[in-house]
C-alpha cells in the first residue's frame, strides 16, 4: 500500500487521490487514505509517501540501456566539456590496461573539441600505442587513434563508404574522426564484448534507469553489432530474462542492416520467436530502420543543401542510408508479418520518406502496428498533418530541443533561418492530434526523464545539465514549441506504454494495471516549472517491488 501522498489517476474528477493498494504486482484499488486502509491486513507493507507526488513509472521510447551500461564502466567521457578533459580520462583508463588492450568507452560530445572534431594525434599522445574506438555521445561518430587505424588499413587511400564520411586534413590524410558508416571500418576490428561484460552492461544500465524512476523500454537497436559501436545485446536480454535479472519490461527493435537488404527478414523472424519462448518481460516486436546520420556531421538526409559558413549552399544534402525502393518493400514486407517500424528520421527529408513509406502500407496493418519516428529534429511544413493522418508517432528525445552549444555553433548556421524553425516541433504536432512519446537515446544523452520534461516545459536546460546564465539555460529555443507538464508527463507514460502496445497494463495508475509508481521530491504540477528539473527520483516501483530508494 502507497498513502499519504499525492497520485497521479484519471479514476478521480480531481486527477489525484492519497492512497493505493497493490496485491501481487497490480493495483487493487485508488482512493483516500481511509478507504485503502480498509483493504489492508496485518502484513500489509505500507510505504508513507510522506505528501510527496506518485506518477506513474516512466517509460522511455527510444533508449540504448546496454550500450549506455558498458560505457559507464569503461573509459566513460559522458559529459565532459572540454579536449584537456577528455584526454586526461583517457589517459587515466589506459593506465589500468594491458599494452595492447583496445581502449573502448566513448560519450565525448562534438563541442569539447576545437571545430568539434577530436585527432588522431591527441589520443595517440595518451593510449601508449594502444587501438583506440571511442565513439561520440550520439554514436554517429568515433574518435580513434593511429594504432586502431593502421590495424583498419585506413589510410588516404581509403575511400569514403556510401554511408559516412572519414575526416581527413587538406592533403587527404585521415585524421582520426569516423562520421555514421565509416565507423565500421575499426569497429569491425574491435574486440566483441563478451556475454557476461554484456549482462553486466544490462545490469548497470537497468540500475540507472530505475534510480531515474523508468520501468519499460524500448532498446532501439539491438542486433547492430559493430554498427554505431554498439553491442548485439539480444543474448544479453535473454539471459537477464530467463536468470530472473529483468526488472523492466522490454522491447526490443531489431536491427535492419542496411547492407544485407530484404535477406535478413527470416532472421528478424526466428529472433522474435526466440524471444516469446517463455518470456514475459523481453519480446522482439519491433524493426529499427535508420534512415540517415545527424545534422552536425552533415549526413542527416536534407531536401535541400546545407549552408557553408558564409550562408551560401553547398553541393551537399547528406543522403539515405536505405534507398527508397527498398526502404518501402522492407516497410510492406515487415509490416505484412506484423513489426511494428521503428525509423531513426533527423533531416526533414528522411522524416518524409518515412511518412511516405508509411503512408503506401493498409491502412488496417499501419494503425495495428503503432509505427513511430524517432528524433525529428527537421520536419518541413507540408509533412506536420502526416502523422495524426496516417496515424504514426512522434517519438521525441525532448533534451535536444534546446539552445547549446551543440545547436548554436554547429548546426544553425549551416541549415539557414527557415529549417532552424522546422525543428522539434513538438507543440505543433500535439496541437495537431498527434500522439507523442518520448525517449532519451540515452547514452548520447541523459537518460533523466525529469530533465527531458524540463525541456520540453521550458525549452531550456536545467542548471543541473547546463551552464548557469548561458544560453541554454536562458534563452528558450522556440518557445511556442512549448508543452504543458501534464503533456510532457504523459509523453513519457502512457505514451510509451502505447508505442510498446502496453496501454492496458502500463502507463496510467489504475485498478488491473501493474503496479509500475514513481515517488519525486516535488510536485511537478505546483512549483514553478523553471524549477522541474531540480526535482528527483525518492523511489521506482516496477511490478510492486520497490527497485530503487524507499524501501
Known amino acids: 500500500m502507497l498513502a499519504g501522498g499525492k497520485i497521479r489517476t484519471s479514476a478521480h474528477p480531481s486527477g489525484f487521490v492519497s492512497a493505493l493498494a497493490v496485491r501481487d504486482g497490480i493495483i487493487q484499488a485508488v482512493g483516500s487514505d481511509d478507504e485503502i486502509r480498509e483493504l489492508t491486513g496485518r502484513r500489509t507493507r505500507v510505504i508513507d509517501l510522506r505528501g510527496?507526488?506518485?506518477?506513474?513509472?516512466?517509460?522511455?521510447?527510444?533508449?540504448?540501456?546496454?550500450?549506455?551500461?558498458?560505457?559507464?564502466?569503461?573509459?566513460?567521457?559522458?559529459?565532459?566539456?572540454?579536449?584537456?578533459?577528455?584526454?586526461?580520462?583517457v589517459a587515466e583508463y589506459c593506465a589500468s590496461l594491458s599494452p595492447?588492450?583496445?581502449?573502448?568507452?566513448?560519450?565525448?560530445?562534438?563541442?569539447?573539441?576545437?571545430?568539434?572534431?577530436?585527432?588522431?594525434?591527441?589520443?595517440?599522445?595518451?593510449?601508449?600505442?594502444?587501438?583506440?574506438?571511442?565513439?561520440?555521445?550520439?554514436?554517429?561518430?568515433?574518435?580513434?587513434?593511429?594504432?586502431?587505424?593502421?590495424?583498419?588499413?585506413?589510410?588516404?587511400?581509403?575511400?569514403?563508404?556510401?554511408?559516412?564520411?572519414?575526416?581527413?586534413?587538406?592533403?587527404?590524410?585521415?585524421?582520426?574522426?569516423?562520421?555514421?558508416?565509416?565507423?565500421?571500418?575499426?569497429?569491425?576490428?574491435?574486440?566483441?564484448?563478451?556475454?557476461?561484460?554484456?549482462?553486466t552492461g544490462l545490469v548497470a544500465g537497468q540500475s540507472h534507469l530505475h534510480s531515474l524512476g523508468i520501468t519499460s523500454f524500448q532498446d532501439a537497436c539491438v542486433g547492430a553489432a559493430g554498427e554505431l559501436g554498439l553491442p548485439d545485446s539480444f543474448g544479453a536480454y535473454l539471459m537477464a530474462a530467463d536468470y530472473g535479472m529483468l526488472d523492466s519490461h522490454v522491447t526490443a527493435a531489431l536491427w535492419?542492416?542496411?547492407?544485407?537488404?530484404?535477406?535478413?527478414?527470416?532472421?528478424l523472424l526466428a529472433r522474435r520467436e526466440q524471444a516469446r519462448d517463455g518470456q514475459s518481460r523481453f519480446r522482439a516486436t519491433t524493426v529499427k530502420l535508420m534512415l540517415d546520420g545527424v545534422c552536425e556531421t552533415f549526413t542527416a538526409a536534407m531536401s535541400a543543401p546545407y549552408l557553408d559558413r558564409a550562408g551560401h549552399p553547398t553541393d551537399h544534402s547528406g543522403r539515405l542510408f536505405i534507398e527508397r525502393e527498398e526502404l518501402f518493400e522492407a516497410a510492406r514486407r515487415l509490416s505484412a508479418e506484423g513489426f511494428q517500424l521503428h525509423f531513426h528520421a533527423i533531416g526533414d527529408l528522411a522524416v518524409t520518406t518515412a511518412l511516405d513509406a508509411l503512408a503506401a502500407l493498409p491502412a488496417a496493418q499501419r494503425q495495428a502496428a503503432r509505427h513511430h519516428l524517432a528524433h525529428l529534429q527537421f520536419i518541413t511544413p507540408r509533412d506536420m498533418g502526416r502523422f495524426a493522418e496516417l496515424g504514426v508517432v512522434a517519438n521525441f528525445q525532448p533534451l535536444w530541443a534546446c539552445a547549446e552549444i551543440q545547436m548554436e555553433e554547429m548546426t544553425l548556421p549551416f541549415v539557414g533561418a527557415e529549417r532552424a524553425l522546422w525543428q522539434y516541433q513538438i507543440g505543433s504536432l500535439l496541437e495537431r492530434g498527434t500522439r507523442i512519446a518520448f525517449g532519451s537515446d540515452w547514452p548520447v544523452s541523459s537518460a533523466d526523464p525529469l530533465q527531458e520534461i524540463h525541456v520540453?516545459?521550458?525549452?531550456?536546460?536545467?542548471?543541473?545539465?547546463?551552464?548557469?546564465?548561458?544560453?541554454?539555460?536562458?534563452?528558450p529555443f522556440l518557445p511556442d514549441q512549448a508543452i504543458t507538464v501534464d503533456a510532457a508527463v504523459d509523453a513519457f507514460t502512457s505514451g510509451v506504454a502505447w508505442v510498446n502496445h502496453a496501454e492496458d497494463v502500463t502507463g496510467r495508475l489504475l485498478p488491473g494495471m501493474r503496479a509500475d509508481v514513481v515517488v519525486l521530491d516535488q510536485d511537478l504540477f505546483t512549483i514553478p516549472p523553471r524549477d522541474i528539473g531540480s526535482t528527483s527520483v525518492v523511489a521506482t516501483v516496477a511490478g510492486g517491488t520497490v527497485v530503487y530508494g524507499d524501501r
Open 52 to 89: 510527496r507526488l506518485a506518477l506513474p513509472a516512466f517509460g522511455d521510447a527510444h533508449v540504448h540501456p546496454v550500450g549506455g551500461g558498458l560505457e559507464s564502466l569503461r573509459c566513460n567521457l559522458l559529459g565532459l566539456r572540454s579536449r584537456p578533459e577528455c584526454l586526461e580520462v
Open 100 to 199: 595492447g588492450a583496445w581502449v573502448t568507452g566513448g560519450g565525448w560530445t562534438m563541442s569539447a573539441f576545437p571545430g568539434g572534431l577530436p585527432t588522431a594525434a591527441d589520443l595517440d599522445t595518451v593510449t601508449g600505442g594502444r587501438p583506440a574506438f571511442l565513439p561520440n555521445r550520439d554514436h554517429h561518430s568515433a574518435w580513434v587513434n593511429t594504432a586502431a587505424m593502421t590495424i583498419a588499413g585506413i589510410d588516404a587511400r581509403t575511400p569514403d563508404p556510401a554511408d559516412g564520411r572519414i575526416e581527413r586534413d587538406e592533403s587527404g590524410r585521415p585524421t582520426g574522426a569516423l562520421h555514421d558508416g565509416a565507423m565500421r571500418l575499426v569497429a569491425a576490428h574491435a574486440p566483441e564484448a563478451t556475454d557476461a561484460e554484456l549482462l
Open 256 to 267: 535492419w542492416d542496411r547492407d544485407r537488404g530484404l535477406g535478413q527478414i527470416d532472421d
Open 456 to 475: 520540453a516545459v521550458n525549452r531550456v536546460l536545467s542548471e543541473r545539465l547546463g551552464r548557469p546564465g548561458m544560453p541554454e539555460c536562458e534563452n
